[in-house]
């Protein structure tokens, strides 16, 4: 367990439907980023937050998506009218921001597992 | 970011020391090496990280040459609980360069009794 939760761990969902993913990151974190994996690749960058601010986007990261973290604590992801295409593992995962830190560490959470029918 | 080359899969035994190599021929002056293990349906994990020479911690080894065009990623006495995927990541610290990490496949590492 690295201290960063996610929320729901599987969702399926119709095809057409919105759906939205929850992340919990380690309290003292001030950086939040979402990723997303299909089978069998590696973990593909989508957003990340500084505080309450996103500061970068992907081009992976269509209008269906949108990610808010309004207090600078959790984050939530929301695909908007899914399609099979967003079948994925979604992770979130947090880091503290120092300049005098020498390691480039993200602490996962675990992933939300989406199916889309 | 700099491209980065790693077999596929490898195949150990319980209680062998399991090398994998990464190669990253386009390296930039400031950019470090990490790696990363991810076990099934977890998030990734970080394991180490190295400018060059040679950098050791609990769990692994990552020796890094002179020219930094590869690395190569030492876990000694592997068990099974190491069979994962493990990805060489290339690039300038997160604090930098704005946070992403840039994974590719991976190597799958199956340890067998």
């Known amino acids: 367990d690295t201290g960063v939760s996610q929320d729901p761990r599987h969702k399926i969902t119709k095809r057409g439907q919105n759906v939205t993913f929850r992340c919990d990151p380690i309290?003292?974190?001030?950086?939040l980023y979402w990723y997303r994996q299909t089978l069998g690749q590696g973990p593909e960058f989508l957003t990340y937050?500084?505080?309450?601010?996103?500061?970068?986007k992907s081009r992976l990261l269509s209008d269906r998506f949108s990610a808010e973290r309004p207090k600078g604590s959790f984050s939530t992801l929301e695909i908007q009218r899914t399609e099979q295409g967003d079948s994925a593992m979604y992770l979130c995962?947090?880091?503290?921001?120092?300049?005098?830190?020498?390691?480039?560490?993200?602490?996962f959470g675990p992933g939300t597992r989406l199916t889309v029918l | 970011l700099a491209k980065t080359t790693q077999p596929i899969s490898m195949d150990s035994y319980e209680g062998q020391e399991v090398n994998i190599t990464c190669s990253h021929n386009?390296?930039?002056?400031?950019?470090?090496i990490t790696w990363y293990q991810q076990f099934p349906s977890q998030g990734p994990r970080f394991i180490i990280q190295?400018?060059?020479t040679k950098v050791t911690n609990e769990v692994a080894s990552l020796f890094i040459p002179a020219d930094r065009k590869s690395s190569t990623l030492s876990l000694p006495r592997v068990s099974l609980s190491d069979t994962a995927v493990y990805y060489c990541?290339?690039?300038?610290?997160?604090?930098?360069?704005?946070?992403?990490?840039?994974f590719g496949q991976g190597t799958e590492l199956s340890v067998k009794p």
């Open positions: 995962a947090s880091s503290l921001r120092t300049s005098g830190s020498g390691a480039n560490e993200q602490f």
């Open positions: 309290s003292e974190h001030n950086r």
């Open positions: 937050f500084q505080n309450e601010a996103q500061l970068e």
């Open positions: 386009n390296i930039a002056t400031n950019d470090y």
């Open positions: 190295g400018y060059k």
């Open positions: 990541l290339v690039g300038p610290l997160i604090y930098n360069q704005g946070g992403k990490l840039i």
